[in-house]
């Protein structure tokens, strides 16, 4: 009998059909793994349409098993490729590669953009120096600098104060036995 290949899918499909259901497939891993087996189960637990849905996940699931001993057996780990982009950024020849290198540590972490503040002009370390150096001289704020607001608070309707002295009433019976 010849190797069956299962089904590729790709990570940016206009269908569901072949979009990675990773929700699906856990969902479908904690049914199987509480012993559930049967087809028409787990479509039910998964909220599928079809059995052939039910399938699909299975083999998406399979592939992505397989992805991941085969990135394994190959010896690339998360420790592999950082240690990769960092000797990259240490390195490499060009400028250019060594910046994209560290570039892509930074979008990593979350920290790929640079915005200035719109206050007054000043970008956020010309404010934080600005600011020790008011702590350190023990400025205060002028009082022109203090903004007052007033508020309105709303009165509150009859049916509610009777409603809180009311469970306030239950509430100190609860207590008082």
Same mark, same amino acid.
């Given at each position: 009998?010849?190797?069956?290949?299962?089904?590729?899918?790709?990570?940016?499909?206009?269908?569901?059909?072949?979009?990675?259901?990773?929700?699906?497939?856990?969902?479908?891993?904690?049914?199987?793994?509480?012993?559930?087996?049967?087809?028409?189960?787990?479509?039910?637990?998964?909220?599928?349409?079809?059995?052939?849905?039910?399938?699909?996940?299975? =083999? !998406?699931? /399979?592939? +992505?098993?397989?992805?991941? $001993?085969? &990135?394994? @057996? %190959?010896?690339?780990?998360?420790? #592999?490729?950082?240690?990769?982009?960092?000797?990259?950024?240490?390195?490499? =020849? !060009?400028? /250019?590669? +060594?910046?994209?290198?560290? $570039?892509? &540590?930074? @979008? %990593?972490?979350?920290?790929?953009? #640079?915005?200035?503040?719109?206050?007054?002009?000043?970008?956020?370390?010309?404010?934080?120096?600005?600011?020790?150096?008011?702590?350190? $001289?023990?400025?205060?704020?002028?009082?022109?600098?203090?903004?007052?607001?007033?508020?309105?608070?709303?009165?509150?309707?009859?049916?509610?104060?009777?409603?809180?002295?009311?469970?306030?009433?239950?509430?100190?019976?609860?207590?008082?036995?």
């Amino acid at each position: 009998m010849k190797n069956q290949l299962k089904p590729v899918t790709f990570v940016q499909g206009t269908r569901d059909f072949y979009r990675p259901n990773y929700y699906v497939q856990n969902i479908l891993i904690k049914a199987l793994s509480e012993g559930i087996t049967d087809p028409n189960e787990l479509k039910k637990i998964a909220h599928l349409d079809k059995v052939a849905d039910v399938y699909r996940s299975l =083999d !998406k699931l /399979a592939i +992505r098993k397989e992805y991941h $001993e085969a &990135l394994t @057996r %190959s010896g690339i780990s998360l420790d #592999y490729i950082v240690g990769g982009i960092k000797k990259l950024a240490d390195t490499a =020849d !060009k400028d /250019a590669v +060594r910046l994209k290198s560290l $570039e892509l &540590l930074l @979008r %990593s972490l979350g920290l790929e953009k #640079y915005e200035e503040l719109e206050i007054s002009g000043k970008n956020w370390e010309e404010i934080i120096i600005e600011a020790e150096a008011n702590k350190a $001289e023990g400025e205060v704020l002028n009082s022109e600098d203090i903004v007052e607001y007033k508020i309105d608070v709303p009165e509150t309707p009859e049916k509610a104060k009777k409603n809180r002295e009311k469970e306030n009433k239950l509430g100190r019976q609860l207590y008082e036995k």
